[in-house]
């Protein structure tokens, strides 16, 4: 935490107005921002870890005006639970966060089950697949992720996220993220 804090500070210090941010949690976010993302290569990265909470609580001490997370989503589906550190040790409910939004948008009880069970987020984004569910199931997740980064954030910046799989490729962004990219681009 004290290098993720350094970090952020450090890029706080070097950023004009206004104050943006990217976060990624590891070096696959970081990989799929150099890859898919190059455009943004001028605005400031710091890989946070499991520590998503931690590092937006930074983020808003040193008065950032906006953050952007890009994160495989294995990672990032915990979000749309509330769940801030998203280490296995402190939670790991994907699955379960799979499963139901995939209840919530008409999955049958099979689909379910199958969703539950599964060993990778890539695998639940197989079994989506097949079921014809992946692009509501996706979006039910992604304005979850949006609902519980505005409570963190508490209006001190604006925040969003980026979704992504190393088998599958972009899987989508919030609604605020896509803003924030298309500001960005000006």
């Known amino acids: 935490l004290d290098t993720v804090q350094l970090e952020i500070h450090q890029a706080a210090l070097r950023e004009q107005s206004p104050k943006r941010l990217i976060l990624a949690p590891g070096n696959y976010g970081l990989d799929y921002l150099a890859q898919n993302l190059p455009e943004y290569s001028n605005i400031p990265v710091v890989k946070c870890s499991n520590f998503m909470g931690d590092a937006l609580d930074m983020a808003a001490a040193e008065q950032f005006a906006e953050v952007l997370l890009v994160g495989h989503i294995g990672k990032l589906v915990k979000l749309a639970g509330g769940i801030m550190n998203t280490h296995s040790h402190t939670a790991d409910c994907r699955t379960e966060l799979f499963c139901t939004h ?85």
Request: charged share 20%; aromatic share 4%; proline share 2%.
């Open 102 to 186: 995939a209840a919530l948008c008409g999955a049958d009880r099979e689909v379910c089950t199958a969703l539950y069970n599964a060993a990778t987020t890539d695998a639940c984004l197989e079994i989506l697949d097949t079921a014809g569910l992946r692009k509501p199931v996706l979006q039910s997740l992604l304005a979850a992720i949006q609902l519980h980064l505005d409570r963190r954030a508490g209006g001190a910046f604006r925040v969003g996220a980026v979704l992504f799989s190393n088998q599958h490729g972009p899987l989508g962004q919030t609604e605020t993220a896509a803003r924030l990219l298309d500001e960005w681009k000006e």
